[in-house]
């Protein structure tokens, strides 16, 4: 209708008029008796405008399920569509676009928490009978998963030295399968050479390479430039960066693992939901930016920390002391915002976590805030590992895990040294 077929306008005003659009047009074909009960379940608008301009920021697609124009199109919607939220959703493939493209691979996808991404990713890959090769340390959720669950499925592991390349070489069997890493390793900071690692996975024929690089994140490394097959995130740590979300992801460098492994989880069911993808969306779009002053208030954390008398070692891959130094300096962009200290036993370890004022002594890492945990009370305690277990990982008692966040730097050393003079 135009301006001439409408009414006179009522309201005396200079104020130019720019909206030409006028009500919205409905989707639904409701017949003209329609209930106003129906009417308040039903009505939607058509969005005016989507093939000249877009969102900056997508919209989060909260819909379980999706209507069809016709029943023959089902098919065509199972391919290339979206039927079911746990098939595909719009939120999530947007994220896990982005998470690919910072991953450089052919596909990711989205998990319900780091722990369903592993889990998910190995179960799809592995089969009774075949064998995996596995870090020690590394993750207390990896390592419940291969220790105590794995083998009722018929599912062989080998625990060898983390990030010793030689041992990995060692354990290779015949019905070898994965080879399994981490970078920087959880919780004692061991650097994987990626280029070895990926290079022994490949001499192997059939065998699949999988890298946990949560500590790191893809900021700092592109773990599949270095031939990795899979690398896998807790995306509730640096990639969400606000302790606010729980998720995992999964990319990878082979196309068909893409799609074999997207079509398990469809049916495992492990999938991230909208709101969770739109705030792991939200939180990449910082993540250079938080990941450039984790790694500058670690190094002044780990500096002040390593001149300590009451503190015996400190670990952290920017410093020349580190094993790894050389390795890190190689692959990655920063040195990452974990920081592993010793102390010269168990009481003084917990007596300093529990005299911190700013820095707060809670599970979890990669968020904005630092945080500080006793592994051998907490995250590898006695509940999830013996002391044998531990101590064959390389877990000392005096074992300190911080994760550096982006406070104020000096507040944070100011924190950490009015909390030594408790010990």
């Given at each position: 209708m135009g301006d001439d077929a409408l009414p006179p306008f009522r309201v005396n005003t200079t104020f130019r008029v720019t909206n030409n659009r006028g009500k919205s047009k409905e989707i639904r074909d409701f017949p003209d008796d329609v209930d106003l009960d129906?009417?308040?379940?039903?009505?939607q608008p058509r969005l005016a405008g989507q093939e000249h301009c877009l969102p900056v920021i997508p919209s989060i697609s909260l819909s379980v399920t999706h209507q069809f124009k016709k029943a023959e199109l089902y098919g065509e919607c199972l391919a290339?569509?979206?039927?079911?939220?746990?098939?595909?959703?719009?939120?999530?493939?947007?994220?896990?676009?982005?998470?690919?493209?910072l991953e450089g691979g052919?596909?990711?996808?989205?998990?319900?928490?780091?722990?369903?991404?592993?889990?998910?990713?190995?179960?799809?890959?592995?089969?009774?009978?075949?064998?995996?090769?596995?870090?020690?340390?590394?993750?207390?959720?990896?390592?419940?998963?291969?220790?105590?669950?794995?083998?009722?499925?018929?599912?062989?592991?080998?625990?060898?030295?983390?990030?010793?390349?030689?041992?990995y070489k060692k354990?290779?069997?015949?019905?070898?399968?994965?080879?399994?890493?981490?970078?920087?390793?959880?919780?004692?900071?061991?650097?994987?050479?990626?280029?070895?690692?990926?290079?022994?996975?490949?001499?192997?024929?059939?065998?699949?390479?999988?890298?946990?690089?949560?500590?790191?994140?893809?900021?700092?490394?592109?773990t599949l430039s270095h031939g990795v097959d899979i690398v896998i995130h807790s995306s509730t740590k640096y990639l969400g960066g606000h302790h606010d979300l729980m998720g995992g992801t999964m990319c990878t460098s082979d196309e068909k693992l893409y799609r074999y492994i997207s079509e398990f989880n469809a049916q495992f069911g492990s999938i991230q939901g909208a709101f969770d993808a739109y705030l792991l969306l939200r939180g990449i779009k910082t993540l250079g930016?938080?990941?450039?002053?984790?790694?500058?208030?670690?190094?002044?954390?780990?500096?002040?920390?390593?001149?300590?008398?009451?503190v015996k070692r400190v670990y952290y891959p920017g410093l020349t002391s580190h094993p790894y130094h050389e390795?890190?300096?190689?692959?990655?962009?920063?040195?990452?915002?974990?920081?592993?200290?010793?102390?010269?036993?168990?009481?003084?370890?917990?007596?300093?976590?529990?005299?911190l004022k700013i820095i707060l002594l809670a599970v979890s890492l990669g968020g904005v805030e630092s945080l500080i945990e006793h592994p051998a009370t907490m995250t590898?305690?006695?509940?999830?590992?013996?002391?044998e277990e531990r101590a064959k990982g390389g877990i000392n008692d005096g074992l300190i895990r911080l994760s550096v966040g982006i406070e104020n730097g000096d507040d944070l050393v100011n924190d950490l040294k009015q909390a030594l003079e408790h010990v």
């Open positions: 129906t009417v308040m379940v039903s009505s290339n569509g979206y039927i079911y939220n746990r098939l595909a959703n719009h939120s999530v493939e947007t994220t896990a676009h982005v998470i690919n493209m052919e596909g990711a996808l989205l998990f319900s928490s780091g722990m369903s991404a592993i889990t998910t990713t190995l179960l799809a890959i592995l089969q009774s009978g075949d064998h995996v090769i596995v870090p020690d340390p590394v993750y207390t959720g990896v390592f419940t998963f291969f220790k105590h669950m794995a083998p009722r499925y018929g599912i062989e592991t080998t625990f060898v030295p983390a990030c010793n390349i030689e041992e354990a290779i069997k015949p019905n070898t399968k994965v080879f399994y890493g981490e970078t920087p390793t959880n919780p004692t900071l061991d650097v994987l050479d990626l280029d070895e690692f990926a290079a022994l996975a490949k001499s192997v024929p059939g065998s699949i390479s999988v890298v946990d690089a949560t500590f790191a994140s893809p900021y700092n490394v592109q930016v938080r990941m450039e002053r984790h790694a500058a208030n670690a190094m002044k954390v780990a500096t002040f920390l390593e001149g300590q008398s009451k390795i890190a300096k190689k692959q990655m962009k920063t040195y990452g915002g974990m920081v592993v200290f010793i102390m010269f036993d168990k009481e003084s370890a917990r007596k300093l976590v529990n005299a590898h305690g006695p509940s999830l590992m013996s002391d």
